[in-house]
T-cell receptor, first 114, second 113 residues
């Protein structure tokens, strides 16, 4: 079983819909929780990160972390065709020798239709 | 506009050949990461450098892969000899002291025939 599980999709929604993307994890050592967006044939780009349980909002995006359930979510309000991309969750845990290592989910492919 | 640059962007080579991929991190960033992305496995960390010193390379096959940072502006990932199962997109990322904020390059798409 992988440390981070993410439904690969694809997920197709109409423009303006609310999108919910989710990941579950098993490693209690994860401290930071990130969402990256990856357009086709591009590198991932950081959207948001959170440290503790709760919600964090940035424009149309809301990240939610529930450490007790080991479950994180990303909500996209008023989705746009430009949001069509693959969304990767990532989580970081401290390394014994220093620094933090990121573990990524496999990504959910999202398509927002006109 | 500060960006991570990677060369080459595409590489097609035959099995057994040496492959070298290069990365220029964002100026001022002191951490560099090498990842491999495949459809089946997603993004996997291969190597992690801080201040040019390797912090973690547990995800890297040691028999054929090697990663170095000869200076603060250049990171290299070498595969020798290459095998068809190495076909993937290889990303370099850099960051500052916030390891969770990583900035990715455009990737090198490697095909080994």
């Amino acid at each position: 079983q992988k440390e981070v599980e993410q439904d690969p999709g694809p997920l197709s929604v109409p423009e303006g819909a609310i999108v919910s993307l989710n990941c579950t994890y098993s490693n209690s050592a994860f401290q930071y929780f990130m969402w990256y967006r990856q357009y086709s044939r591009k590198g991932p780009e950081l959207l948001m990160y959170t440290y503790s349980s709760g919600n964090k909002e940035d424009g149309r995006f809301t990240a939610q972390v529930d450490k007790s359930s080991k479950y994180i979510s990303l909500f996209i309000r008023d989705s746009q065709p430009s949001d069509s991309a693959t969304y990767l969750c990532a989580m970081s845990a401290p390394l014994t020798g220093g620094g933090n290592k990121l573990t990524f989910g496999t990504g959910t492919q999202l398509k927002v239709e006109l | 506009d500060a960006r991570v640059t990677q060369t080459p962007r595409h590489k097609v080579t035959e099995m057994g050949q040496e492959v070298t991929m290069r990365c220029q991190p964002i100026l001022g960033h002191n951490t560099v990461f090498w990842y491999r992305q495949t459809m089946m496995q997603g993004l996997e960390l291969l190597a992690y450098f801080r201040n040019r010193a390797p912090l973690d390379d547990s995800g890297m096959p040691k028999d054929r892969f090697s990663a170095e940072m000869p200076d603060a502006t250049l990171a290299t990932l070498k595969i020798q000899p290459s095998e068809p199962r190495d076909s993937a997109v290889y990303f370099c990322a850099s960051g500052s002291w916030k390891d969770h904020e990583q900035y990715f390059g455009p990737g090198t798409r490697l095909t080994v025939t």
